[in-house]
């Protein structure tokens, strides 16, 4: 059995769960989210308690069945609690503004560069060096982070650029002088 696939999904309160067949719609106070579950994977919904079950003990059905429920489980907790990503700018004149529905990165460039909040994300700036990516999918959260790192990635030599929170950068030594 899967460690992770025969675990069961306790559904929160403010939190309703739909299934229609193959497709589940998991419903928060702020979010509403949509999964396709592969149609070999069986989704049971008790009580409070959503479970995953499989058809048999294949490689690619173990692998389906926790898969299934890690994403079940992620549309739950971002409904309910919702996810974030903290990044943070460091560079001599690298700083981030908020627009109302965008933000404006001065990165360096001959040109600022200004990113759009995707549907279903928010993007906070607290601070000129530091950005707040949320939402209720973890995906897209994820995904809208690591665009907005890719504008600069962090320098291996200086550490300049746009990290995440916490990431660890490892830093080269520079060219030495020649050796006489």
């Known amino acids: 059995m899967s460690r992770i696939g025969k675990m069961p999904i306790k559904i929160p309160a403010g939190v309703e769960v739909k299934q229609d067949g193959q497709s589940i719609t998991v419903k928060g106070k702020d979010a509403t989210l949509f999964m396709s579950v592969h149609p070999e994977m069986t989704v049971k919904i008790d009580n409070g308690v959503i479970t995953v079950e499989r058809p048999s003990e294949e490689k690619r059905h173990k692998a389906l069945h926790g898969l299934t429920r890690s994403l079940l489980n992620n549309m739950v907790v971002g409904v309910s609690e919702g996810f974030s990503k903290t990044l943070e700018i460091s560079g001599v004149g690298y700083k981030a503004a908020k627009n109302p529905t965008s933000i404006l990165l001065n990165l360096g460039y001959s040109h600022p560069i200004e990113l759009e909040e995707p549907k279903g994300i928010t993007i906070e700036v607290p601070a000129p060096n530091k950005i707040i990516v949320k939402?209720?999918?973890?995906?897209?959260?994820?995904?809208t982070a690591a665009k907005i790192r890719s504008f600069r990635l962090p320098d291996a030599y200086k550490g300049k650029g746009i990290r995440y929170a916490g990431e660890i950068l490892k830093l080269k030594e520079g060219k030495t002088g020649a050796k006489k």
């Open 135 to 143: 939402g209720a999918d973890k995906q897209l959260v994820g995904e």
